[in-house]
């Protein structure tokens, strides 16, 4: 059974910066296409960013030149890189396959705000 364990979130100011990682189990990680979601309070979860196997990577209109998703294959870890964080960023995000094929996290809550 694949586990997912997201890290790295915390409280940080308009303008800040934070780096998450999440941790997959599981050999069939570096095959998967990959992607980090989130969730604020009374909003449905959303697709923040993916990235393929080859490292290919697309973006949500809101957090495009913002957010950068990379991973590591070798540490079956993926990465997403918040940069000019906004108080609308402020949720609880997950990694999970593009198919969503994998049971949730935990999640890690970023906050935003002054």
């Known amino acids: 059974q694949v586990q997912l364990v997201e890290s790295g979130g915390g409280l940080v100011q308009p303008g800040g910066s934070l780096r998450l990682s999440c941790a997959a189990s599981?050999?069939?990680?570096?095959?998967?296409?990959m992607a980090w979601y989130r969730q604020a309070p009374g909003k449905r979860r959303e697709l923040v960013a993916t990235?393929?196997?080859?490292?290919?990577?697309h973006y949500a209109d809101s957090v495009k030149g913002r957010f950068t998703i990379s991973r590591d294959n070798a540490k079956n870890t993926v990465y997403l890189q918040m940069n000019s964080l906004k108080p609308e960023d402020t949720a609880v995000y997950y990694c999970?396959?593009?198919?969503?094929?994998?049971?949730w996290g935990q999640g890690t809550q970023v906050t935003v705000s002054s």
């Open positions: 999970n396959t593009v198919g969503t094929d994998y049971p």
């Open positions: 599981g050999r069939a990680f570096s095959i998967n296409a």
């Open positions: 990235i393929t196997s080859g490292g290919s990577t």
